[in-house]
């Protein structure tokens, strides 16, 4: 069982549209990263969000921890083919202390 | 932000044989590194945990004897994988977290390994 479950999997859209990735689960987080990841290198931290209710934005992005921090929100609006790569969500459970737990990720594809 | 540099970026080595990757944090002291495994178009997933000075955590179905790790100092962390097989390929990740930094670790670039 994924401790931390990603959806979608797969999302390919057109330039302009609107989107956006769940990250959820059944435990607690005492923080939640977002991370992107294109092919051949690391993750690149986007954001992360540690109180419950909390809503980041970064440009055209929308983060959102929920009330009771155990699930996250990622909203890109206006997506632009230059925000394809692998979004990645990693949570800090307050139980395993400082180990990141990853969800499955999110492909996203941006046609021009 | 902290940077995390990963030697090398990529390497092609003949079954049978090891090799070394190496995971600096290079403006930080990372008492804390963590190793990655990566399959196309997945997730990553935690080989292990490196501490300094102390021998490496590994996760359930890692061989520690195959994927030996050390973490001589406060900087550098080293994965070697030993008597590679084909299966072993892969794209390898490290993050470093120190004490004093927020939960968020920082990756290194990955090193993409072939072994044929």
């Known amino acids: 069982t994924q401790l931390l479950e990603q959806s979608p999997q797969f999302l390919s859209i057109q330039e302009g549209e609107n989107l956006t990735v769940y990250c959820n689960s059944s435990s607690v987080f005492s923080s939640l990263q977002w991370y992107r990841q294109e092919p051949g290198e690391g993750p690149v931290l986007l954001v992360t969000v540690v109180t419950g209710g909390e809503v980041k934005k970064l440009k055209r992005l929308t983060f959102q921890f929920g009330d009771a921090r155990k699930d996250s929100s990622l909203h890109i609006t206006a997506a632009q083919p230059g925000d394809t790569g692998l979004y990645l969500c990693?949570?800090?459970?307050?139980?395993?202390?400082?180990?990141?737990?990853f969800g499955e990720g999110t492909q996203l594809t941006v046609n021009p | 932000g902290a940077v995390v540099s990963q030697h090398p970026s990529r390497v092609i080595c003949k079954s049978g044989t090891s090799v070394k990757i190496e995971c600096r944090s290079l403006?930080?002291?990372?008492?804390?590194m963590f190793w990655y495994r990566q399959f196309p178009k997945k997730s990553l997933m935690l080989m292990a945990t490196?501490?300094?000075?102390?021998?490496?955590?590994?996760e359930q179905g890692v061989e520690k004897d195959k994927f030996l790790i050390n973490h001589a100092s406060l900087t550098l962390s080293t994965l070697t994988v030993t008597s590679a097989h084909p299966e072993d390929s892969s794209f390898y990740i490290c993050s470093a977290r120190s004490p004093g930094m927020n939960t968020e670790a920082f990756f290194g670039q990955g090193t993409r390994l072939t072994v044929v």
């Open positions: 403006d930080f002291q990372a008492t804390t």
């Open positions: 990693a949570g800090v459970r307050e139980v395993r202390g400082s180990r990141l737990t």
């Open positions: 490196s501490n300094e000075g102390s021998k490496a955590t590994y």
